[in-house]
Structures are given as C-alpha cells and as structure tokens.
C-alpha cells in the first residue's frame, strides 16, 4: 500500500520528528499502517519500533521479522534502540549489529553514552553469562583470590577493581585461545569484544565501568545496577586473560593504572584532612609528592603509564615544584606531569564530585566538532 501525496507528507514529518516526541496514537497508527512502505527508509525504523505493541507477541513477532528485511540503519542512529524505551532483546541486538559498523574512532564518541546505555540491558543475562563463563579452569585466582572476588561481587558500591581482585597475571603465562563471540551479541559482550581489540578503547571502558562500580546510591534498584556493572568488570577482567599476550598487557596496565590513582586519591585525601590555610596545604601536597614511604609510590619519577585521562601520553613523573591547589570549595589539584617524549602535560585532579555529566557535555562538544568537519 503506498500513500497518497498527502499521507506521505505526514509519514515524513513523522519520520523527521526528534527522538524525544512522543507519538500520538493516530501517528502511531499511520506508522503502522504503512510500515511497508516505509521499510526503504532508514531512518524510518525507530518510529516504526515504538508504534509495537511488545507484549502482543504475535505483533512483536510481524516486527522482529520486518525489522530483519529493513533498510539498515546508520550507526549513530542506532544509539536510540539502546535507550530504555527499547528493551526487547532482539532489538537491542540488533542496534549492536549496526554499530559493528563503527570503526574504533567513531565507537570511542559513544562509548561514554553506550556504557550508560548498560543500565537498560539485561541484567539476570549479563548475571548468567557471567556465572557460564566463570570456570575453575579459567580462573587466574587462587582460592583465598577467589573468595575476595566474590565478596566485591556482591558488595554494592566497592571502591575496589576486578582487575586488582582477580591479582596480577603475567605477560608470559601460558596462551588461551581468543575469544570470539556472536556477531548478535548484547551489547555488553560487544564493548568488552572490542575493548579487547583496542588499547585506547580498552583504557576508557575501564575507567568509565569503574565509575559505575563504585557508584555508593542505597536504593536497591542502584544497588542492582551496580552489581550489573561489577559483573560486566568481571568479564572484562577475564576476557583480557584469555585474550592472550597483548589483551593481558593491556590489563596489567589498567592494574597499573587503578593502583596509581588509588594512591593519588588517599594522598589527596590526605592533603585535605591537614589543618591550616591554602599555603599550608600545598606545601603538604608537595612534600607527599617527594615522600614514597609515606605515599607507597614515587610520584616524581616511576615508569611509563598511559594517563588514563588521555591514553595517548604516556607520563613518568609529577613536577613537584609546580603542583598545586586551585582556589575553590574542594581545592582540586593543579598537577603538572612529565611524559615520556619530555614534554608537560597538565590536569586539574578532583576528589569528591561526580564528573559524568562534565564528561557527558564534553563528550557531546568532541562529537559535534567531529560532525561539523564531515
């Protein structure tokens, strides 16, 4: 059935409508009506997807099949089946079959947006996959290894790692055959794939999951959400195990990583603890920054580390003479790093606030600059 002139016209301002419009059930019912139609337009198949009816399964059943024979969708445009409006696995699935699509560069401008977007999948399935996967022969642990493992598992807001749970490997341990999953994969088995493939993804999908682990919310729904997210660490973890030499590098360096910035963190807490003025607390910084007896690290010189803000640089020291602490409420630290080419790279380190929606907005400037210069 193809539509009159005017009809059309309907169907495409439909088709044209922003992602947040909610559609009347009379436009909801042309949708329908001419989804056939509408099949040769990409852009037309999240407007057909939320005119179903998911619990007529007879009707989910006419969508899933039409779905499979419509136009494929652009990559980015996918980004909307993984919103919580959509939740029938077979879409979600579908939504990560189009973002395979998406080389590495363009995935790391969602990421932050897709590792979110975990919130909405499955849980009681990440819950079993991850439980199959989880096998005495698998395990790089050891019992007493296994039994702290467990209990971060189940203990919601850690401020713990999987990867400093799960203990060390070695670059030289014996090789696993690579893991190689479904090309229909959800969308956690997807990230996982890919930031095992790639460094820089690897190291933003980390920190990014590690946030929400050690997200400290009481409600139970939280509590869940985190649990889901420790699982997702968890499978991380030991997909980079199996994933031979180069993927256990890779997560011998997110350990590096996770235990530099923990040391960071409980210098900085102690910085903030000492009494006195401004001056006073910045001639505390620096003098910790030169103390590794009292900090357990020599932050003014130590190997080279990928800067988990921007994986690119590899820093091995702090300018003690140049750290400082900004004038504000929570005195952020002003530290300035030495890299690995002799350069100096600058950061302001904040303990205390919740930064995501400053990554959010960030995130959303970087991906506008992308699209402009397209």
Same mark, same amino acid.
């Not at 997110?254 to 910035?261: D, E, G, H, N, S």
């Given at each position: 059935?193809?539509? *009159?002139?005017?009809?059309?016209?309907?169907?495409? =301002?439909?088709?044209?409508?922003?992602?947040?419009?909610?559609?009347?059930?009379?436009?909801?019912?042309?949708?329908?009506?001419?989804?056939?139609?509408?099949?040769?337009?990409?852009?037309?198949?999240?407007?057909?997807?939320?005119?179903?009816?998911?619990?007529?399964?007879?009707?989910?059943?006419?969508?899933?099949?039409?779905?499979?024979?419509?136009?494929?969708?652009?990559?980015?445009?996918?980004?909307?089946?993984?919103?919580?409006? /959509?939740?029938?696995?077979?879409?979600?699935?579908?939504?990560?079959?189009?973002?395979?699509?998406?080389?590495?560069?363009?995935? /790391?401008?969602?990421?932050?947006?897709?590792?979110?977007?975990?919130?909405?999948?499955?849980? *009681?399935?990440?819950?079993?996959?991850?439980?199959?996967?989880?096998?005495?022969?698998?395990?790089?642990?050891?019992?007493?290894?296994? *039994?702290?493992?467990?209990?971060?598992?189940?203990?919601?807001?850690?401020?713990?790692?999987?990867?400093?749970?799960?203990?060390?490997?070695?670059?030289?341990?014996?090789?696993?055959?690579?893991?190689?999953?479904?090309?229909?994969?959800?969308?956690?088995?997807?990230? &996982?794939?890919? =930031?095992?493939?790639?460094?820089?993804? =690897?190291?933003?999908?980390?920190?990014?999951?590690?946030?929400?682990?050690?997200?400290?919310?009481?409600?139970?729904?939280?509590?869940?959400?985190?649990?889901?997210?420790?699982?997702?660490?968890?499978?991380?973890?030991?997909?980079?195990?199996?994933?031979?030499?180069?993927?256990?590098?890779?997560?011998?360096?997110?350990?590096?990583?996770?235990?530099? &910035?923990?040391?960071?963190?409980?210098?900085?807490?102690?910085?903030?603890?000492?009494?006195?003025?401004?001056?006073?607390?910045?001639?505390?910084?620096?003098?910790?920054?030169?103390?590794?007896?009292? +900090?357990? &690290?020599? /932050?003014?010189?130590?190997?080279?580390?990928?800067?988990?803000?921007?994986?690119?640089?590899?820093?091995?020291?702090?300018?003690?003479?140049?750290? +400082?602490?900004?004038?504000?409420?929570?005195?952020?630290?002003?530290? +300035?790093?030495?890299?690995?080419?002799?350069?100096?790279?600058?950061?302001? /380190?904040?303990?205390?606030?919740?930064?995501?929606?400053?990554?959010?907005?960030?995130?959303?400037? +970087?991906?506008?600059?992308?699209?402009?210069?397209?």
């Amino acid at each position: 059935m193809k539509p *009159d002139a005017k009809t059309r016209d309907q169907l495409n =301002a439909i088709v044209g409508f922003p992602p947040t419009k909610m559609l009347t059930s009379e436009e909801q019912d042309l949708v329908w009506k001419f989804r056939f139609y509408l099949s040769s337009q990409k852009k037309a198949l999240t407007k057909f997807l939320k005119c179903v009816n998911w619990k007529m399964p007879q009707e989910a059943k006419q969508a899933i099949e039409l779905m499979s024979r419509w136009s494929p969708m652009d990559a980015d445009d996918a980004l909307e089946l993984l919103s919580p409006a /959509f939740t029938h696995p077979t879409v979600r699935k579908y939504a990560v079959s189009r973002l395979r699509q998406s080389d590495d560069e363009d995935l /790391f401008l969602y990421l932050f947006q897709l590792v979110q977007a975990l919130r909405y999948e499955d849980f *009681d399935k990440i819950k079993h996959d991850t439980d199959q996967i989880t096998t005495r022969r698998e395990s790089i642990c050891d019992t007493s290894d296994r *039994d702290r493992t467990h209990t971060m598992l189940t203990r919601a807001g850690s401020h713990d790692s999987i990867i400093d749970a799960l203990g060390g490997v070695s670059p030289k341990q014996e090789e696993s055959p690579e893991i190689k999953l479904s090309k229909e994969s959800d969308l956690a088995s997807f990230l &996982i794939e890919r =930031a095992c493939d790639n460094s820089i993804l =690897a190291n933003y999908f980390y920190w990014y999951v590690s946030v929400e682990c050690e997200n400290d919310e009481s409600t139970a729904k939280e509590q869940r959400v985190n649990e889901m997210y420790l699982c997702i660490m968890k499978r991380f973890s030991q997909a980079l195990v199996k994933g031979g030499q180069e993927c256990r590098l890779k997560r011998a360096t997110l350990a590096r990583q996770q235990m530099f &910035i923990e040391r960071l963190v409980s210098m900085v807490k102690a910085v903030t603890r000492e009494s006195g003025n401004r001056k006073k607390k910045i001639e505390r910084l620096r003098a910790l920054l030169q103390d590794p007896e009292v +900090t357990k &690290i020599n /932050f003014a010189s130590f190997d080279d580390l990928p800067l988990p803000l921007d994986p690119n640089v590899k820093v091995n020291g702090i300018c003690v003479e140049k750290a +400082t602490l900004l004038k504000s409420a929570l005195m952020p630290c002003r530290l +300035t790093f030495k890299t690995s080419t002799g350069s100096e790279y600058v950061t302001m /380190f904040k303990h205390g606030d919740d930064l995501r929606q400053d990554q959010l907005i960030l995130q959303i400037i +970087t991906l506008m600059d992308k699209v402009s210069d397209t």
